[in-house]
């Protein structure tokens, strides 16, 4: 739900599985947290949150800025996919 500045995780019954978090800056997105419920954690959750936003800031022509922990570990593991991409 790009709207809320949050992307969410839901099961089909709408239980809350997981999200990220993020601030917008001048034609950038600040991701400042990525969560999954501890029954969830990994199962790659984590990185599909990070996907969301990386297709939502793809589509927008942003940059994205790695705050988190998490998510700034995401992108140096994947450095050379992404590169472009990070402020």
Known sequence: IPESRRFQLLDEKGNHWGEMTYSMGESVMNINHVGVHPAHQGE???????????????????SIHPICSFAAKFF???????EGLLK
């Open 76 to 82: 140096s593991k994947n450095k050379s996919e992404y």
């Open 44 to 62: 790659g959750l984590g990185d599909v949150l990070v996907k969301a936003g990386i297709e939502y800031a793809q589509k927008e022509n942003i």
